[in-house]
């Protein structure tokens, strides 16, 4: 919980790729609240129905050398099945996204037109328009027949050519993207074809680290690790916008859009709201102060807490001295109506109004939400610090003899399933933004509204745990994990 303060006067690795690279242990910071996901469970233990985690999902971590064999097992498999080369297999693979299932049904209906899809056969009309030629159709040089080179297309180009064509764009990061140098023809280049055109080992290790990054991302169970410098990659069964996280550099994310994790906004919605933070940055300006007027004796304040349920240093001794952060309400009043402060009341007569009033509207609405979406962000922030407060206060503890570690970890998961529980609230703010009006968005800002009440006890719990007993701390952490989990199941991407 927080208290008022008086202030009167974050492409991706493919540079940093090492083929050879293998997983290296790495000490965790036993002081960092990143890994709030961690070592809380027994803590909250859930019974029947509230077992369920929504967030629950299967994923390894493979290194390069295993997901390189993961790859080639697949390739092999297919290339001998559809009785093409292993390169063109695997560009086969790379335009159906790996799904082998899915390629074996088209090549049992229709062969040819999978090999025409995959991009490395031409359609016979198109390759019925080829003329046999000496000509480079790039330098219109006389080229001896032996210096010829072309795909399937039967497009001929010199050899000179093929290699500037494939040095220039592989320089540019390019690695499936090779193509045929004719107009209008869309066929991919095998890298068996590429690699001999290549004019030196430097510019070939490249062409590997960008083929492999092309296959994993085409990969429909893949996705390379965003962490910087790390050759890692996650696989899962089934691919959804879930929480993973690195064994190597501890990296979380979605497993879908490689973002921050965001539950329980899906990703097109929040690659919108970041854009619109982006985009309205400077509209939003004053909120970055993160400092409000006291309503009750105006003086400006900032708060040093995570939590909202406030009270000024010049007011400690009054009668009514707490208030609402968020609303700047008595805090009395959000026993019962805590959701009103953050649920956002519509005008439901603004079509009504002038093109001017509208925009207005507009504004306050994304200001009312942005608001919300930085204030939980710095309240993370400073439960952070809060955090790292209570790690030295077990340190000194045990120092002293009052105790083990073990005995007072719960005080540590306490303020790591803070920060979880934040973390989503937080992540409830541009979902909520983006709902159309409803029942579904009344049950879901009544849901937000629990949590988020739930999270306010919690936190003002944790930032004074030595004046609560542990059952107390504990049955209210349950209570805080069993409404987020209550939230995503209901309103969770599946």
Same mark, same amino acid.
């Given at each position: 919980?927080?208290?008022?303060?008086?202030?009167?006067?974050?492409?991706?690795?493919?540079?940093?790729?090492?083929?050879?690279?293998?997983?290296?242990?790495?000490?965790?910071?036993?002081?960092?609240?990143?890994?709030?996901?961690?070592?809380?469970?027994?803590? =909250?233990?859930?019974?029947?129905?509230?077992?369920?985690?929504?967030?629950?999902?299967?994923? +390894?971590?493979?290194?390069?050398?295993?997901?390189?064999?993961?790859?080639?097992?697949?390739?092999?498999?297919?290339?001998?099945?559809?009785?093409?080369?292993?390169?063109?297999?695997? @560009?086969? @693979?790379?335009?159906?996204?790996?799904?082998?299932?899915?390629?074996?049904?088209?090549?049992?209906?229709?062969?040819?037109?999978?090999?025409?899809?995959?991009?490395?056969?031409?359609?016979?009309?198109?390759?019925?328009?080829?003329?046999?030629?000496?000509?480079?159709?790039?330098?219109?040089?006389?080229?001896?027949?032996?210096?010829?080179?072309?795909?399937?297309?039967?497009?001929?180009?010199?050899?000179?050519?093929?290699?500037?064509?494939?040095?220039?764009?592989?320089?540019?990061?390019?690695?499936?993207?090779?193509?045929?140098?004719?107009?209008?023809?869309?066929?991919? +280049?095998?890298?068996?074809? =590429?690699?001999?055109?290549?004019?030196?080992?430097?510019?070939?290790?490249?062409?590997?680290?960008?083929?492999?990054?092309?296959?994993?991302?085409?990969?429909?169970?893949?996705?390379?690790?965003?962490?910087?410098?790390?050759?890692?990659?996650?696989?899962?069964?089934?691919?959804?916008?879930?929480?993973?996280?690195?064994?190597?550099?501890?990296?979380?994310?979605?497993?879908?859009?490689?973002?921050?994790?965001?539950?329980?906004?899906?990703?097109?919605?929040?690659?919108?709201?970041?854009?619109?933070?982006?985009?309205?940055?400077?509209?939003?300006?004053?909120?970055?102060?993160?400092?409000?007027?006291?309503?009750?004796?105006?003086?400006?304040?900032?708060?040093?807490?995570?939590?909202?349920?406030?009270?000024?240093?010049?007011?400690?001794?009054?009668?009514?001295?707490?208030?609402?952060?968020?609303?700047?309400?008595?805090?009395?009043?959000?026993?019962?109506?805590?959701?009103?402060?953050?649920?956002?009341?519509?005008?439901?007569?603004?079509?009504?109004?002038?093109?001017?009033?509208?925009?207005?509207?507009?504004?306050?609405?994304?200001?009312?939400?942005?608001?919300?979406?930085?204030?939980?962000?710095?309240?993370?922030?400073?439960?952070?610090?809060?955090?790292?407060?209570?790690?030295?206060?077990?340190?000194?503890?045990?120092?002293?003899?009052?105790?083990?570690?073990?005995?007072?970890?719960?005080?540590?998961?306490?303020?790591?399933?803070?920060?979880?529980?934040?973390?989503?609230?937080?992540? +409830?703010?541009?979902?909520?933004?983006?709902?159309?009006?409803?029942?579904?968005?009344?049950?879901?800002?009544?849901?937000?509204?629990?949590?988020?009440?739930?999270?306010?006890? @919690?936190?003002?719990?944790?930032?004074?745990?030595?004046?609560?007993?542990?059952?107390? @701390?504990?049955?209210?952490?349950?209570?805080?994990?069993?409404?987020?989990?209550?939230?995503?199941?209901?309103?969770?991407?599946?």
């Amino acid at each position: 919980m927080s208290v008022d303060m008086n202030s009167q006067g974050s492409d991706s690795n493919e540079e940093d790729y090492d083929p050879n690279c293998e997983e290296e242990e790495e000490d965790e910071d036993p002081g960092d609240i990143e890994d709030y996901y961690d070592g809380v469970a027994n803590d =909250v233990e859930q019974q029947g129905a509230d077992a369920f985690d929504p967030e629950e999902y299967q994923f +390894t971590c493979l290194t390069y050398k295993e997901s390189e064999s993961t790859l080639n097992e697949h390739m092999a498999s297919l290339a001998a099945t559809l009785k093409v080369s292993h390169a063109v297999a695997k @560009l086969v @693979l790379v335009s159906f996204h790996w799904q082998i299932s899915e390629i074996l049904e088209r090549h049992k209906s229709n062969a040819a037109q999978l090999l025409v899809e995959a991009r490395v056969q031409p359609t016979s009309s198109k390759h019925a328009m080829v003329h046999s030629s000496h000509h480079c159709a790039v330098c219109m040089q006389f080229v001896r027949k032996e210096n010829l080179l072309s795909l399937a297309c039967q497009h001929q180009f010199c050899r000179s050519c093929w290699e500037q064509h494939c040095t220039v764009l592989v320089k540019d990061g390019v690695g499936v993207g090779v193509s045929c140098m004719a107009q209008d023809c869309l066929l991919r +280049t095998p890298e068996d074809f =590429v690699f001999p055109l290549l004019p030196s080992e430097e510019l070939k290790d490249k062409y590997r680290r960008y083929l492999f990054r092309d296959y994993v991302e085409s990969h429909y169970q893949l996705q390379l690790c965003p962490g910087a410098d790390c050759p890692m990659v996650i696989q899962v069964q089934e691919p959804k916008a879930r929480r993973v996280q690195c064994n190597r550099c501890n990296e979380v994310f979605c497993f879908k859009c490689r973002q921050m994790y965001h539950a329980p906004t899906d990703c097109a919605t929040i690659r919108k709201w970041l854009t619109k933070c982006a985009d309205d940055s400077e509209t939003a300006n004053y909120i970055s102060a993160h400092t409000k007027d006291c309503p009750k004796c105006n003086i400006c304040i900032e708060k040093n807490g995570g939590c909202n349920h406030m009270v000024s240093n010049s007011l400690k001794m009054s009668d009514l001295p707490y208030f609402c952060w968020m609303c700047l309400g008595d805090w009395k009043t959000h026993g019962s109506e805590y959701y009103e402060c953050s649920r956002y009341k519509e005008n439901p007569d603004i079509v009504n109004q002038s093109q001017q009033a509208q925009a207005r509207e507009a504004l306050k609405k994304y200001l009312f939400y942005f608001e919300r979406w930085e204030n939980h962000n710095k309240s993370l922030q400073l439960e952070a610090q809060t955090y790292q407060r209570i790690q030295e206060k077990i340190q000194e503890r045990v120092m002293n003899n009052l105790g083990t570690w073990i005995d007072w970890q719960y005080l540590q998961n306490a303020a790591k399933l803070l920060a979880k529980c934040r973390y989503t609230l937080q992540y +409830t703010y541009p979902y909520a933004y983006y709902m159309e009006s409803g029942p579904r968005k009344k049950l879901f800002e009544y849901q937000q509204a629990q949590l988020e009440a739930e999270i306010e006890n @919690l936190s003002w719990k944790v930032e004074r745990a030595d004046s609560y007993d542990r059952g107390d @701390l504990e049955n209210q952490m349950h209570i805080a994990e069993q409404r987020r989990r209550t939230l995503l199941k209901d309103f969770h991407d599946t």
